[in-house]
């Protein structure tokens, strides 16, 4: 959920930090900190509430000098987003930064003050300086210290220490938080993601589960859970991964909606074959034929991604389809089938909740499917295939490109397993990928309602309340819309099936309240058409958004109707994922919130 970036470098160190945090601020903007040591071997400390931008200013009046650092964006856990609470936390000994939970916190908070330590802040992070310096006043060595205070740590973490006195050393951690390695000549580096690193490193190691890297300027050991040296690989990465800018564009929110028919069009690409008309997945290490159950897990925009898998899935491919949140299927000791498939979804491949749910699948002997945005994740180190979306970084909180890149794998995979099992044969698989495969063109020509959708959300942005109404594979479309909506805006919006109106939501509906129906023509078009006409009966403020089919047999009925162009009922779902995004994006902009960085949220939810 946070960002760490570390540096032992050769000079100045600061304004490298301050570079690294500028990538990882997605992650959280509630507080930013760094702490060096200065010319004197000395710790020194600054932090900011709020966004980076506060930190860079309190650095212009009071700069900090120092060639090894540490520095922190927060999204708030424990304790409230205040200068007290930012990180890094720091004794006159030791300064750490944190990204993760420390579950054991309150234990290790009384068995400290117990000891004498004064803790001061309302965080978890507080007791893992505290933790160390006690070792360190125990006549422990710095490197023995941390490793020894890592074993009292119970939850989630990735760690960057710096300790007063020592310019040679710099110590990561990570358990269940990602934590990347980089090389330099004559530095080392640490950071949360790649991106953070890619202005400084070309050369970077994923550090694995329960692994501690002792840094110096020329040297890195890295060591397991069970406190043996260890090798870890290498990987070369491109520079230009980290080169990430709005270009012309107000917000990244809008620059990564506009970019969806391209890297929707190259995910396609990757497992298409348009010249057979077939779907081309990696060599499986299990036999899509003989699965007997589906269980998909993800959470947020990715648990709707895998709501319409469910739907083509079980029409496709005939077969049972489970969905579910991560943060509550391992909870519910779900038994899962012999030979079944758990598909994971995640942009970043760290989602914390995702991941311990991957793992109870896996003992549960399920074969385990992962689609990611990330290469090198944590996820995907743990799953038997992956399948990647190409929706290249996504820095906007809200994702947009990469739910309809995920949405374009998922369907590929519906087509391929259905094949597999017979349930369809090579000409319906063949028209099915001509229908994706002409997705991408009629996203660029659904962008082309913007400005009509961006008069709409002037309206929309005046409601308390809005309601967003579908059936079928648009349902989950519509509570991606709410969700959306709510995310950028702060409106409280939900998404029903438009068919469960009349059992209750359909109370909420008067004069002052915006529905959103999405009906494209088929097969529950009229059904979906006749519930519209319900909420239009008690004044309810419809904007529909359908096809050109639709639109000329009830657009007249509503008080604005957007008409996208006709696309086989299959693919629709990538197609009117566009426009709710557009609107809530305009709604957000009419309101005046934050679209990149909205409040209280980060991109990489990697805490339970």
Known sequence: MCGIIGIIGKQAVTPRILAGLRSLEYRGYDSAGIATLDDGNKLARRRAQ?????????????????????????????????????????????????????????????????????LETETDTEVIVHLITDFLDQGLAPRAAAAAALKHLDGAFAL???????????????????????????????????????????????????????????????????NKEVNRKINAVSAASGMIDKGNYRHFMMKEIQEQPTVVGQT???????IHGHVKLPEMPFDLSTVERVTIIACGTSFYAGQV????????????????VASEFRYREAIMPENGLAIFISQSGETADTLAALRYAKSQGQHILSILNVSQSSMERE????????????????????????????????????????????????????????APARMADVLNHEEAIKVLADDVAKARDVIYLARGLE????????????????????????????HGPIALIDEHVPIIVIAPSGRLYEKTASNMQEVIARKGKVIFITDERGAKTDGQDAIATIALPMLDEFVTPILYS???QLLAYHVAIAKGTDVDQPRNLAKSVTVE
């Open 50 to 118: 709020g966004k980076l931008v506060n930190l860079e200013n309190i650095l212009q009046k009071d700069a900090m000098v120092g060639d090894i650092g540490i520095g922190h964006t927060r999204w708030a856990t424990h304790g409230a987003p205040t200068v007290a609470n930012a990180h890094p936390h720091k004794t006159e000994k030791v300064a750490v930064v944190h990204n993760g939970i420390i579950e054991n916190f309150r234990e290790l908070r009384e068995e400290l003050t117990g000891k004498g330590h004064i």
């Open 160 to 226: 960057a220490i710096i300790f007063e006195g020592d310019n040679d050393l710099l110590i990561g951690a990570r358990k269940g938080s990602p934590l990347v390695l980089g090389y330099g000549d004559g530095e080392m580096y640490l950071g949360s993601d790649a991106i953070a690193l890619s202005h400084l490193s070309n050369k970077i190691t994923y550090l694995e589960e329960g692994d501690r890297v002792e840094l110096t300027h020329n040297s890195a050991c890295i060591y397991d859970d069970d």
């Open 268 to 274: 396609l690409g990757t497992l298409i074959d348009p």
């Open 309 to 324: 898998a469910k739907y083509w899935l079980e029409q496709k491919a005939r077969i049972n389809v489970e969905v579910d």
């Open 383 to 438: 799953s038997d295939i992956v399948l990647h979306t190409h929706a290249g970084p996504e820095v906007g909180v809200a994702s947009t490109k990469a739910f309809t890149c995920q949405l374009a794998v998922l369907a590929c995979v519906a087509i391929a397993t259905a094949k597999a099992r017979g349930e369809i044969d090579a000409a319906e698989e063949a028209r099915l990928c001509i229908a994706l495969t002409e």
């Open 475 to 502: 349902f989950p479309i519509a509570m991606e819309g709410a969700l959306k909506l709510k995310e950028i805006s702060y409106i409280h919006a939900e998404g029903y099936a438009a068919g469960e109106m009349k």
């Open 578 to 580: 566009i426009p709710v």
